[in-house]
């Protein structure tokens, strides 16, 4: 079974940046996608973004559309989330997840990292 672990989270300065990473172990198949999500303090956990594993078919949660990129390397076994222009509102654990349906709905994927934190100060 591939397992997921990401890096890169941290603390920053509102405006600042951050590059986020997730590591699979083991096989990801063509039809995979790969998203991050994020779990604000207190609230639900939501979509951020999504890619396919196959191509560079992308999509993301309008909160963060032209501020966070994500992207993957095949060869790495990596994803990564990209994030510029960051606010206070970012502030969460976020999290790596595999599915193999291009839906944004936490329910479409069944393998998740353990999380990050990403704490963006005013």
């Known amino acids: 079974q591939v397992q997921l672990v990401e890096s890169g989270g941290g603390s920053v300065q509102t405006g600042g940046s951050l590059r986020l990473s997730c590591i699979a172990s083991?096989?990801?198949?063509?039809?995979?996608?790969v998203a991050w999500f994020r779990q604000p303090p207190g609230k639900e956990r939501e979509f951020v973004a999504l890619i396919r594993w196959s191509r560079d078919s992308t999509f993301y949660a309008d909160s963060v559309k032209g501020r966070f990129t994500i992207s993957r390397v095949r060869a790495e076994n990596a994803i990564y989330l990209q994030m510029n222009a960051l606010k206070p509102e970012d502030t969460a654990v976020y999290y790596c997840a595999l599915g193999s349906h291009y839906e944004s709905s936490r329910a479409s994927y069944n393998i998740w990292g353990q999380g990050t934190q990403v704490t963006v100060a005013s």
């Open positions: 083991g096989r990801i198949y063509s039809s995979g996608v």
